[in-house]
């Protein structure tokens, strides 16, 4: 399932500056801070690109970084231009909702990844770990496994048992989702936030990187877009 200034520090925009820190969210970013943009000297830095993954790396340049970031908003945006100039006129109810179905639906699928998957499955915890050491480090999956996994995962499946139609709209709200997703957390650990929002939405993912882990060894508030199903499975 994604640059404006340099930020003075590994999470978004310096917080030590932004706010006051008075608040337990604010204390999350903080201990995010203390974090060092690279490997404290002494230690074993973890293989990002993976011995059993040769073929691509997990850290990222900036242009590949920003590459994959124009990838999802421009198909976004190409999807969004099929659906309206090309759909069917007779079917735009069903392929809005569709798309609205698409978006929900990856709020869930975020969720469900951060939580059971970089948090819960080797090896994808283990590389999800230096996320977590290394906040500001431009650390996700390649593009062409995105795009992969949404092509075989979703578009076919969806075009399969629904159509043509409903399976673009669908994409498109996945699509759209992962592509908000991945500006929401570039934000989060390389943007000033003053209120609102992207403030809400900082607070809760510096209380993900702060917090001690449960009984069940997970940090929890994983949302990263809406923390709504975090209230629903309780955290």
Known sequence: MRHGRKADSPVTGSPL???SAQSEGDRGHILQA???GRPRPGTLRPSVSGRCMPLFSLEHSKVAYRFDLGIFGGASIGLAAVLVLMGPRAEA?????????????WTLIEYGLHRFVLHGLQPFSGWHAEHH???????????????TLIATLVYLPAWIVCGP??????????VAGDFCYAMTHHAIHHRCADGGWMRGRKRWHGLHHAR??????RPGYYGVTTSFWDHVWRI
């Open 17 to 19: 500056r932004c706010a």
């Open 34 to 36: 203390r974090g060092s």
């Open 93 to 105: 109810i069903q392929i809005i909702a569709y798309a609205a179905l698409g978006l929900a639906s």
């Open 133 to 147: 050491r290394r906040p500001a480090a431009r650390i996700y999956s390649p593009t062409f496994v995105s795009v």
């Open 165 to 174: 139609w409903p399976a673009c709209a669908v994409t498109f709200g996945i």
């Open 212 to 217: 001690c882990h449960d009984l069940a060894g």
